[in-house]
């Protein structure tokens, strides 16, 4: 990300979101599917799309990039997304006057909010997303094309934040 420009590393935040946004999106799914036996819509706006996990992918990244270290850099994603999501379970409780998500009956779950299987799961999607993700879309924004990266970038920013607006106003 270090030899990029600003149009380069604003189109590799925006994709690296989304990526990390629908994958986090697939996993609610699975989970609710291998739960309960049955698809449900976990994600808060109407796009396939779990924007915490987006700002936490990225949120891990920042704080943790410069360790090299595999094992470190797990260990340490599980603590940090741990309390990531118990405060977030908070606000969004606070903000939304209802509860996202629950951990009622999982290993280890810390008033419902997280548990010992989820934060594992996290930190493996955090090496996922530092170790393929991000490398893989550096790879190919980086290679040129910069003004198709970047217009296609503020489109899918455009559509995301638009989703999000409509949501914010049914609340």
């Known amino acids: ?22 994958g986090g999106w697939i996993y609610e799914e ?3 599917y291998v739960l309960y036996g049955k698809l449900y819509n976990r994600g808060m706006l109407h796009l396939t799309l779990c924007p915490i996990y987006g700002f936490g992918a990225w949120g891990l990244y920042f704080l943790l990039h410069r360790i090299k270290s595999t094992p470190l850099f797990f260990l340490l994603s599980v603590l940090i997304a741990s309390a990531f999501e118990y405060a977030c379970s908070c606000l969004l ?9 629950s951990y009622e009956g999982w290993l280890l779950s810390v ?3 997280i548990s010992l299987i989820s934060s594992l799961i996290f ?14 879309f550096s790879k190919r924004i980086g290679r040129g094309r910069e003004t198709v990266w970047f217009a296609v ?5 455009a559509v995301i934040a638009g989703d999000f607006l409509l949501v914010l106003r049914s609340y």
């Open 153 to 157: 970038s503020l489109v899918i920013f």
């Open 123 to 136: 930190g493996l999607l955090a090496v996922v997303f530092a170790k393929g993700i991000v490398p893989f």
């Open 111 to 113: 008033n419902n909010r």
């Open 1 to 22: 990300m270090k030899n990029m420009n600003l149009k380069q590393r604003i189109s590799l935040l925006i994709f690296c979101f989304a990526a990390a946004a629908f």
């Open 30 to 32: 699975i989970c609710v």
């Open 93 to 101: 409780e606070m903000l939304f006057h209802r509860s996202f998500w």
